[in-house]
């Protein structure tokens, strides 16, 4: 199919763990690298779905800085937890620890850590989360992002577009990688050309309708063509 990565939504999605890790190891096997998107930013949800199977972590609705080193924190320098990881996150060296620094980040270095960008509190803190270890990707969320602005789905509105615009400028300067979540071929392919390096694009159950509206469609055509010519009704 050509992907290089398939989303998984937990936020807005019922997944349970179990089904959430056999979906993590089917897409693996396929050489389908699984993405999975948390319910909150919280870091123990980002290692439940690394410990399920899940290659990077997407964090919804994150908006400041100190969100954003616990979820790197999860993601990138297990098994270090409690006050030893809060010290190596506000870059200290805990006595002794370098041995076990370097096992965590050779552990960790495939995994892939990424928040959504999805606010106005988000878009104030965007120079300071950037600039935060780690992190390897922001993904703005176009639509809580225009209702946080006033602009609810007002996704072509000149406010918008240049929120957009600032962050994927800011991003790429940062040497972050920037990515958008919205299902429209002409919008991706004009945030594309804008930067956009990371493309969420479409979703099972919306190609599933597109492509079944566009074939029943064409049934009822056909169908409504046989009813002219006979006493029977097509159901379709």
């Given amino acids: 199919m050509g992907l290089d990565f398939v989303f998984i939504d937990t936020e807005h999605i019922a997944l349970n763990r179990s089904d959430l890790s056999w979906m993590c190891r089917t897409y693996s096997a396929m050489n389908l690298s699984p993405l999975v998107r948390i319910p909150s930013p919280d870091p123990n949800q980002a290692t439940m779905a690394l410990d399920g199977g899940a290659v990077g972590v997407i964090a919804p609705y994150v908006e400041t800085v100190e969100q954003v080193k616990a979820l790197v924190g999860a993601i990138k320098y297990r098994p270090l937890k409690g006050q030893v990881l809060q010290a190596v996150l506000a870059g200290q060296s805990p006595e002794g620890i370098e041995p076990t620094l370097d096992y965590a980040q050779k552990r960790c270095e495939d995994n892939v850590a990424i928040v959504n960008i999805e ?118």
């Fill in 119 to 236: 606010s106005m509190p988000a878009m104030r803190y965007l120079d300071e989360i950037l600039k935060v270890k780690g992190l390897d990707a922001v993904l703005i969320g176009p639509h809580d992002l225009s209702c946080s602005m006033g602009l609810s789905e007002q996704y072509d509105h000149p406010t918008f577009v240049a929120a957009v615009d600032e962050i994927i400028d800011k991003a790429r300067a940062a040497g972050v990688g920037v990515g958008i979540h919205i299902m429209d071929m002409e919008a991706e392919s004009y945030w594309i050309k804008r930067g956009l390096n990371l493309v969420i694009h479409g979703g099972d159950g919306m190609i599933f309708r597109k492509y079944m509206q566009q074939e029943i469609a064409q049934l009822r055509k056909v169908a409504g063509r046989q009813v002219q010519s006979s006493s029977t009704a097509v159901v379709v």
